[in-house]
């Protein structure tokens, strides 16, 4: 019989990307009952390696995230229209919040030149570019040590910073959107800015492509249930539209 370890790296082994695996076919394939394949699977699922739901499990999407520049070029079309959605929320002369996140950054591009006297509180350097300095805006910019990679203040100074504003709205981004888990990120800091906005916003509006869900982070942020608006570029799934059931949910045109 297998060792614990055997049998887990030998679960990995068995799974292709993307290909979803029914825990009954493992427990065949490693002669063990569906009960210790499930064992196995909360352990690995702890650690980030799998997806398990519904009685079928998949490795998880690589979620690491590299420069902001690079992560910029990547799924530009879908950020593009999700953008473009998401900004007929915004009304001149509100006052919001736009985090760190590549499509928060084309929402702020989006923003430009079309809507006037805003109140922008940001953390990312790329929103306060965008947004800062013209139409009549306001810009209130986290400080702290800035994140290279990110281009944002995300520390305990842009934390408090962040924390003495009550936006009408935010505009946040997700590393990953997980039926079981809720929303994660793989930035700590980053997170910890998501988990202030949300309670702190009159209202949330999550921008996420496809990309985002059945990818598992690091880090919980929040769950489905504190979204009230969803935009993404596809329509949810069953089991996704029921996460966010309680969310107005948009699919960019």
């Known amino acids: 019989m297998l060792r614990r370890q055997d049998r887990q790296r030998e679960i990995l082994r068995k799974l292709n990307p993307g290909e979803s695996h029914a825990i009954g076919r493992l ?16 352990v690995l699922e702890a650690r980030g390696a799998v997806i398990w739901t519904h009685g079928v499990v998949q490795l998880a999407a690589a979620s690491s995230e590299g420069p ?10 879908e950020k593009t229209r999700i953008a473009a959605a998401a ?4 009304r ?8 760190a996140g ?21 953390n990312s350097l790329v929103v306060a570019e965008t947004l800062g300095g013209r139409d009549g805006n306001s810009l209130f910019l986290a400080g702290g040590e800035l994140d290279y990679d990110y281009k944002a203040f995300s520390d305990h100074v842009a934390q408090a910073y962040v924390a003495q504003f009550t936006p009408h709205l935010a505009i ?8 079981d888990h809720g929303l994660t990120d793989r930035h700590a800091r980053e997170a910890a800015i998501s988990r202030i906005v949300y309670e702190r916003a009159d209202r949330v509006l ?5 990309t985002k869900f059945g990818r598992l982070g690091l880090i919980r942020t929040a769950s489905p249930e504190e979204v009230d608006i969803l935009v993404t570029d596809r329509a949810l799934d069953e089991t996704f539209a029921q996460v966010f059931r309680r969310a107005t949910v948009i699919v960019a045109p």
Request: proline share 0%.
């Open 92 to 99: 001149e002369g509100d006052t919001i919040f736009i985090d």
């Open 87 to 90: 900004a007929e929320f915004v």
């Open 27 to 42: 427990a065949q394939d490693l002669a063990v009952s569906e009960e210790t394949v499930r064992r196995e699977l909360r």
């Open 68 to 77: 902001l520049d690079r992560r910029m070029q990547e799924n530009v079309v």
């Open 102 to 122: 590549t499509t928060a950054c084309f929402v702020a591009r989006a923003l430009a030149g079309v809507r006037r006297e805003l109140k922008v509180i940001t």
């Open 206 to 210: 999550l921008v996420a492509d496809h």
């Open 172 to 179: 946040l981004t997700v590393g990953g959107v997980h039926a």
